[in-house]
């Protein structure tokens, strides 16, 4: 299913609440017939009107039509269906959008229940993913409008969420399963569990509880385009998604899926060449309507810009091993105006699992990796950590809502074009997979998305200093990194911040002290021996007010003990 595809590095998903059954829209057919596939009928935008007859007479129905866009979602237990429409005057493309049957469940579709909350006893603390994105310096400069709505295209959300019910907008949230709108209230609450986590990384509110989002003052829009039974995204869900944010001022949406059944979409194959267009059109519709789309880049560790075998679709039947090429695309991420994103760990190495392309990605985001898995809102009032291009996405999107909130009147294009500036370049490491320059490249595209820069800020003018080289900490050994401090007059405060982010697979072996410019040492933390824990990422403040301000500070390291080794990955001075 497409949710995992996204997301297969991350933690089981929780299971889907259970549905219960209630009034449904008027469904366009009493009895879905045994057989019953759903198909994209194309016309020219505006004429889908000439065409519905022909449907019906061709032993079919409609069951949504997107005149505007001039798609009509069609569904047909006949087998000559697909062949008989291709030639109707007027029918441009005719394709199935899957490779089963309709489930009876599109007709009279079950809510889902609303989760049972557990309140929460956790207070917010900054995390590793928003410290190195730098959301948390943003806002201090905003956390966003409640003017500007996300949407999020996924698996649902539950709004009754602690962090979640203070931003989120039910009027204008919907569920796309099966690719119409079902605007009953609570049609758009979570299957499963990652609606749910992407949104908090998107907005989770700032209320002491819990976490925060990227953007926590934004508002969030649910719209579930998977299905339930099967969690997956079909085109016309899709497509209904799209259309949708458009017709209601999405200024942003996150897609953490790629369109099920096929991985990957050929344009030589009737069937998905219906798909690509359709898909196609109701993004270009949002885009024309001021949404700009973010998307997962995927995880299969593949190249995208090396396309060569797909042995995973259709993923809905059975899936067998085809050859393709590059002009077969995953879908919507590698749609024209899609802001593709790929995933880096703890410290902005390339994630493990993280699709790549030399000029594909556009840009990267922390996805977790390993034992550091991005931490946000799960159903019910809870928390969980989940890893993959589907965690990265959001923190991108997230940025973008900062964006809009700081420049309303900017344009999807004024938007991709900012994303790409403020990102952080991240070189290649020594990996002939990844091609390409310091400024763009496979692995990382124009590099790490910024939250800092992106609210128009850098941070504060003479007290902000960082230093962001990597420093190998190895067995019984003590190191240093340096940052020189400049433009401060006088001394430095009696409430010096410092920022540490350290790697390393036990912290019981170090010691961290500050190391002033005229050598005076102050302890951060002897971490005791028996804490097994790994990394270090915290914020501590030093009384530094008898020391002068400018100067090299330095962060020193000392390892104590064999086996267990690691590196400053980035490390802080605010003044």
């Known amino acids: 299913m497409a949710a995992l595809p996204t997301s297969a590095a991350q933690a089981a998903p929780q299971a889907a609440s259970a549905p219960v059954v209630s009034a449904a829209p008027a469904a366009p057919q009493a009895v879905r017939a045994a057989g019953t596939r759903a198909y994209l009928v194309i016309t020219a935008p505006g004429g889908t009107s000439a065409v519905r007859a022909a449907v019906t007479a061709n032993g079919g129905t409609v ?21 008989t429409m291709r030639g109707v005057p007027g029918v441009q493309q005719v394709g199935a959008t899957r490779t089963s049957d309709v489930p009876a469940d599109a007709y009279n579709p079950a809510l889902p229940a609303a989760p049972s909350q ?25 956390t966003g409008s ?20 203070p931003n989120f907008n039910a009027a204008d949230s919907v569920s796309c399963a099966y690719g119409r709108p079902d605007t009953r209230a609570g049609a758009w609450r979570d299957i499963g569990d990652h ?42 869900n899709t497509i209904c998604g799209f259309v949708w944010a458009g017709d209601h001022g999405f200024r942003v949406t996150n897609n953490s899926y790629y369109t099920d059944p096929w991985m990957f979409n050929c344009p030589d194959d009737t069937d ?67 802001v593709t994103v790929a995933a880096t760990g703890n410290g902005n190495a390339k994630a493990s699992y993280s699709n790549f392309g030399r000029d594909v990605i556009d840009i990267a985001a922390p996805g977790g990796d390993g034992v550091h898995g991005v931490y946000s809102t799960v159903p019910g009032g809870t928390y969980g950590s989940k890893s993959g291009t589907s965690m990265a996405s ?3 999107a997230g940025v973008a809502a900062l964006m809009v909130s700081t420049d309303p009147a900017a344009t999807p294009a004024e938007l991709r074009a900012r994303l790409a500036a403020q990102a952080n370049d991240t070189a290649c490491p020594s990996d002939g997979r990844c091609t390409g320059t310091t400024a763009d490249n496979a692995f990382f595209g124009e590099g790490q998305v910024d939250a800092l820069k992106a609210v128009g800020a850098a941070p504060p003018a003479g007290r902000y200093f960082e230093n962001t080289a990597d420093v190998a900490v190895r067995d019984n050994a003590t190191v240093e990194s340096p940052i020189t401090v400049t433009g401060i007059t006088g001394n430095a405060p009696a409430a010096l911040v410092v920022g540490v982010d350290i790697t390393h697979t036990y912290r019981g072996d ?14 951060l933390e002897d971490f005791p021996d028996g804490d097994s824990a790994d990394d270090v990422v915290k914020t501590y403040t030093v009384n530094a007010s008898s020391e002068v301000a400018a100067g090299t500070w330095k962060l020193r390291v000392r390892d104590s003990a064999a086996q267990d080794t690691g590196r400053i990955d980035a490390w802080n001075l605010t003044f």
């Open 63 to 83: 069951f949504a039509d997107y005149d505007a866009i001039g798609v009509i979602v069609a569904h047909s237990a006949s087998s000559s269906f697909a062949g």
């Open 394 to 396: 959001p923190h991108v």
């Open 272 to 338: 998905q060449a219906a798909i690509i267009e359709g898909v196609k059109r109701a993004q270009q519709y949002a885009e024309g309507k001021g949404s700009l789309q973010v998307a997962a880049a995927g995880n299969s560790n593949y190249d995208l810009a090396n396309k060569r075998i797909d042995r995973s679709s259709p993923n809905d039947s059975t899936p067998v091993t085809r050859t393709i090429t590059n002009a077969c695309i995953d879908i919507p991420t590698e749609l024209p105006g899609v």
């Open 510 to 523: 170090l010691v961290l002290s500050l190391v002033a410019p005229d050598g005076t040492v102050y302890l």
């Open 118 to 142: 557990v309140p929460t006893t956790i207070a917010e603390a900054n995390r590793w993913d928003m410290t190195q994105i730098r959301a948390d310096k943003a806002w201090e400069v905003s």
């Open 146 to 165: 409640a003017a500007v709505k996300v949407g999020v295209l996924d698996t649902g959300v539950d709004d009754l969420h602690q962090d979640i019910a």
């Open 195 to 236: 609606g749910t986590h992407v949104a908090g990384t998107i907005a989770a509110a700032r209320n002491g509880r819990g976490v925060v989002g990227v953007a926590p003052g934004v508002r969030i829009s649910s719209v579930r385009i998977a299905e339930p039974g099967t969690g997956m995204f079909f085109a016309e």
